[in-house]
Each structure stands twice: as C-alpha cells, then as structure tokens.
C-alpha cells in the first residue's frame, strides 16, 4: 500500500476544478472578477520568491513541499509555480513543525492528516445540523 501523503481538498475545490500543475493561471483568472479572485483563497496569486518571502523560508523549502505532496502549485503558462493563500497556510503549518524539530516528511504527513480530521468535523457538524 502506498504510504504517500495526499493533500486534502478543501470544500471550495470540490465545487470547481481542483487546481493542478496542467492548468494556466490564466483559466483561474477567467473564473470570476478581482473582487472574487480576492476573497478566494483557492487562487494561485504568490509567486515562489513572495511566498518563499511572506514565510520567511527558501524556494527550496517550497519545492520539498511539493515534493512531499503537501501542496502542488498550480503553473503560469511560462511554468512558474504560483501558491494561494491556502497553501500558504499549509506551507507556515509545515516550517512550524521542521522549526520544532519534525522531520519534513513526518510534518506533512500531520498536517495532512489535522486537515483531514477538521474536514470531517465539518461534514459531521453540517449534517447534525441537517438532522
């Protein structure tokens, strides 16, 4: 059995197309007005060098990351990784856990794992409320 960690999907992608690395910027863009694209923390709007910047670590560290399947950037039409706030979360989630000493594997595998558990608190709070 593959022991890989997989990242979650959050509720906003289950309604659209989950963001991959084979689709442009540009399709995300199309997908509503600024003012949307501002509330969506779904939209890729970081590049690498101002996400490695806002968290205070390396493009490396970000590469591993997507390595260790915790977040998979989506691609600009040149190639270039952009992130969302989402996964910027995931990514400050992750440099907490390495800065405590975790092992980056072991830090992406719980932080998986915590977004598992508070997607299905979630479903299990919508449908005691449906009942």
């Not at 197309?17 to 997908?31: F, K, R």
């Not at 390595?67 to 706030?85: N, V, Y």
């Not at 910027?88 to 558990?117: F, K, S, Y």
């Amino acid at each position: 059995m593959d022991q890989t960690p997989q990242a979650t999907v959050t509720a906003s992608e289950r309604e659209r197309p989950s963001p991959t690395g084979d689709h442009p910027v540009q399709e995300a863009e199309a997908a509503g007005s600024p003012g949307q694209r501002l509330d969506d923390e779904d939209y890729p709007a970081y590049s690498m060098g101002r996400a490695a910047e806002i968290l205070g670590v390396t493009p490396a560290f970000l590469r591993s990351l997507g390595a260790a399947k915790l977040i998979e950037p989506l691609r600009s039409e040149g190639g270039h990784r952009r992130f969302s706030r989402y996964q910027l979360r995931l990514a400050a989630r992750a440099r907490e856990l390495v800065d405590a000493g975790t092992q980056l594997e072991a830090a992406c595998r719980i932080i998986i794992l915590e977004d598992q558990l508070a997607e299905a608190l979630r479903i299990n709070e919508e449908l005691r409320r449906r009942h």
